[in-house]
């Protein structure tokens, strides 16, 4: 699996946006999570790909 990870600034918080490609599944993936400093949960997740319907 490869996965990239890049710290950017919206709104005045910290985000966090990860990419990459699962192999074994064929599928790419985007991430992008509220970072701020504590344990993350559930809330934190802004955008999640995995729950996007497939394309066809």
Known sequence: MSRH??????????????SG???PLSQ???LVLRDEGRP???DDVLYD???QP???
């Not at 710290?7 to 946006?17: Q, T």
């Open 5 to 18: 990870h890049v710290r950017l600034s919206h709104c005045g918080g910290e985000i966090v946006v990860v």
């Open 28 to 30: 790419l993936f985007l």
């Open 54 to 56: 497939a394309l066809d």
């Open 49 to 51: 790909s995995l729950h």
């Open 40 to 42: 993350m949960c559930e």
């Open 21 to 23: 490609h699962d192999r």
